[in-house]
């Protein structure tokens, strides 16, 4: 396709975009100077092609677009307005993005579809692919862009993404920007292909499309097949487009330490730019003047958003903890009869999924394993689902825990009434492939001050007393209550189990599920079933047992021998109360303080292990706000900092049992 095929007032629009995103980049590099914002910035010049075809592509309010940190004349093209990239840039109140919450240069506008992405690169991968599963679920007609450096594609989970698109032929299109270099390393350094879009041809259905990115017309025509294949419903494209990196990867860069001046100069000869801006006068009869006029008018309305964006108030310092976790469903618990059927753990969550899946047709459920046949995952918890259901609602995930949790945050976005449920590891051991998804994933609502809140709960099978050794026993609340934004909660009962998971399926934002494996069949932690839409707060605790001696603090198995050892402390003259937490984040301080008011004394009892333990928070908080009511140190008892083992000899050494919190009970009872 010639340049004399496009109409001259679209190329003219062409050249008037990219023009005003490099005067806005030139407008970036004084404010660095100044030292005013835009602390940092990563230039798009030599990306021109692909980022106007890609941004002019993208059709707000109906479209999901997930630009990467060059992608400003994406997002100009995209019809962001100079004054919102400036408010970005200078991290303003006002800055649609978020506020000042995330980095300067990472342009968003959820409102229309351009999402707020993440600083670890081409982790929005999964993302477009989840939004692109409901996409296609609901029958729109939206299409998910995701862009991207090349340097990106050797992270696992873009293979992931692309793998799972492929199989799931869904419509995204996966943009590569390969500019040669990752910061400083060269493509060669990062791939056997430089074009790196050959690691992927031998994926079923992914349409692959190499573009020169620096060529205005080919990168308009590749956006066009692109859309035109992955509307068809044959599945995924991937666009690799071949740029040229004309300045330093970013204002922290000095390009000059690794690249030979004449490489830099013949990056320079390519400037998109100025190409463009040469043809249309020498061969179009666009005169320099009309060009000219086109430059006046974008410098006017830069100088001008930059006038008002350095007047904008800044981002304010009160406003911190606003859209830090999004709104709970408010619950109110209803006492448990005394008598009728019980039901176990495993049941009650079997039953919860699919009476919350009958109430609400946009609850999704996916793993590893949770819908073959009667199987219904390693415990049979899911067993049943995708029958109920269908499989467009509940199936089977790759066996890559990355893949599952990015794409629920995908899902999500697609509309705010869906809720996802996965079983994020067949094991909660296996979970930290995807652990830069869940750090991902508990900032969000917080990064887009409350634009997004990803509605996913995360069941995972937790803890030991199995015999399961290594990535089969371990515990993992204290490290996913470290996060911001999260919530923990764990059963050791099955009518708790079910008022849990109803809440954390009726609220917004991200729960953990752990569910203590060991209990899920136990006839000791079956209870009679509460009736229909039993459900129950976050952050409150539930009292087992009444005393006046001492307080017991715990949760998930360890309940069971707490309320053991209390019962033997009896017999010995000891009242012990015993507190069973069943929300971890939050957790009901107040149940908590005023039990140890009371009874003068705590023990905190987890499986976790001790060091680092959610019980030293527990311990802390309490030993401040009851100092003068304690007749003894705070104690805890925990796993040993031993990983757990699979010997049963072994297990029962390392984590504690019924024995060691009778020990430590007598202990604290008798100071």
Known sequence: ???????????????????????????????????????????????????????????????????????????????????????????????????????????????????????????????????????????????????????????????????????????????????????????????????????????????????????????????????EYVKSGEGPAMIHAQCVRIGSHSNSDRHELYREDAEIAAAKARDP???????????????????????????????????????????????????????????????????GEKYKIREAINETLHAEFTRNPDTFLWGQDVASKEKGGVFLVTKGMEAAFGSSRVFNAPIAEDYIVGTANGLCRFKDDIRVVIEAAQFADYIWPAMEQIVEMSHEYWRTRGQFSPNVVLRLASCGYIGGGLYHSQSVEAIMGHLPGVRVVMPSFADDAEGLLRTAIRSRGMTFFLEPKYLYNQPFAQAVRPGSDHAIPFGKARLRRSGTDATIVSWGTTVHWSIRAANKAAKEGFEVEVIDLRSLKPWDVETVAASVRKTGRLLVVHEDHLFNGMGGEIGTTIGHKCFEWLDAPVSRLGSKDIPVGFSRILEREILPQEDDVMGALMELLRY
């Open 273 to 339: 730019l100025v190409r463009l801006r040469s043809r249309l006068i020498a061969e179009l009869g666009v005169t320099a003047e009309e060009l000219d006029a086109i430059d006046a008018r974008n410098r006017a309305i830069v100088e001008d958003a930059g006038a008002r964006g350095e007047a904008a108030a800044d981002a304010n310092p009160a406003t911190v903890a606003d859209f830090v976790e999004p709104e709970a469903y408010a619950a109110t618990e209803r006492e448990t009869p005394e008598d």
């Open 1 to 227: 396709m010639q340049l004399e095929s496009v109409p001259v007032a679209t190329l003219k629009d062409w050249y008037r975009l990219t023009q005003l995103g490099r005067l806005l980049e030139d407008k970036a590099a004084t404010y660095i100077k100044k030292a005013m914002g835009w602390s940092y910035h990563a230039p798009f010049a030599g990306h021109d092609g692909i980022q106007l075809a890609m941004g002019l592509a993208f059709r707000p309010n109906v479209d999901y677009l997930f630009p990467y940190y060059r992608d400003m004349l994406t997002c100009l093209a995209a019809t962001m307005t100079p004054y919102e990239i400036i408010l970005n840039g200078l991290s303003k109140e006002d800055d649609v993005a978020g506020g000042g919450r995330h980095m300067s240069n990472h342009f968003a506008k959820p409102s229309i579809g351009v999402q707020n992405v993440s600083s670890c690169t081409g982790n929005h991968t999964l993302h477009a692919v989840g939004v692109a599963r409901a996409i296609k679920h609901y029958g729109s007609d939206a299409v998910a862009i995701s862009s991207q450096g090349e340097a990106s594609t050797s992270e696992g989970y873009c293979y992931e993404a692309y793998n799972g698109a492929s199989r799931e032929r869904l419509p995204v299109i996966f943009v590569i920007q390969n500019n040669g270099y990752g910061i400083s390393v060269p493509t060669h350094q990062q791939s056997a292909n430089i074009r790196v879009s050959a690691n992927y041809a031998g994926l079923k259905y992914l349409k692959i499309i190499d573009v020169d990115g620096t060529d205005f017309i080919d990168c308009h025509l590749g956006m066009a097949e692109a859309l």
